[in-house]
DNA sequence: CTAATACATCAGTGAGAAATGATATGACGC
DNA sequence: GCGTCATATCATTTCTCACTGATGTATTAG
């Protein structure tokens, strides 16, 4: 039975894995925090995030696919928005474990420098 | 006020990236996910998640300097748990967010095929 | 003291993604 | 229609990380 449930979750594993990865990244991130004062056009997101376009414009794509964000156009804008409320709850709870192991993962050395 | 709230959180997003990293990996989801039942020595992990003996122990090493997880020793073994709640609480939002976004991050073909 | 077990570390290798620069599409003003 | 602005896509380069295999260290048994 224990055995079963490990192959069971193992299938979700690979989910799990895929979408943090969709967080996982800098400048993601940045993208997403910017949204979460409110839905902004693409060219708003590149000043207030200092990306390049192509690069903002790659990740948006990325999120958009994956379903973490959601856009509409109107004329040549394209409005992008945040697209459910437990994003949100995740990055909050992220912090909230930040809180606890921020120590640790400033002086973790496996992953690239800061 | 904007402009500053935006450097003041542009320093945490590096943690955040680092700590998801610390998670967006299928081997340590599968550690976390067979340690969320329980305190477990490294033999009993390797047999559980079917990974390489120095496999789980190079994942163990970064999980225990993110603090993530903790160990002791006794003896020739050595056992490790999740050393906070919060990291349980943060995998249930994950799969609570997959709820609703699973079949996109299933569509989305950015990152490693499944 | 020797061998075996439990675990950790290291170097090398290979896969994969992030950023950049150039370019393409699409919509609006003139 | 023409130029321009807003955004998207593409190709290339670079960098990073995950895995493997071999080896090192510690602890216990005989």
Do not use: W
Not at 27 to 36: C, G, H, K, Q, Y
Not at 61 to 70: A, D, F, P, T
Not at 84 to 107: K, N, W
């Amino acid at each position: 039975m224990t055995q079963f449930a490990v192959d069971r979750k193992t299938a979700t594993i690979e989910q799990r894995a895929k979408l943090l990865r969709g967080f996982a990244d800098p400048s993601r991130l940045a993208i997403l925090d910017v949204l979460s004062e409110g839905p902004m056009v693409v060219h708003e997101l590149v000043a207030r995030t200092g990306l390049s376009q192509p690069n903002v414009s790659n990740h948006l794509r990325c999120l958009l696919e994956c379903g973490l964000v959601s856009s509409d156009r109107n004329g040549r804008f394209v409005r992008y928005r945040i697209s459910s409320p437990r994003i949100t709850t995740l990055l909050t709870d992220v912090d909230a474990l930040l809180d606890v192991v921020a120590a640790g993962v400033e002086a973790c050395e496996n992953y690239r420098g800061m």
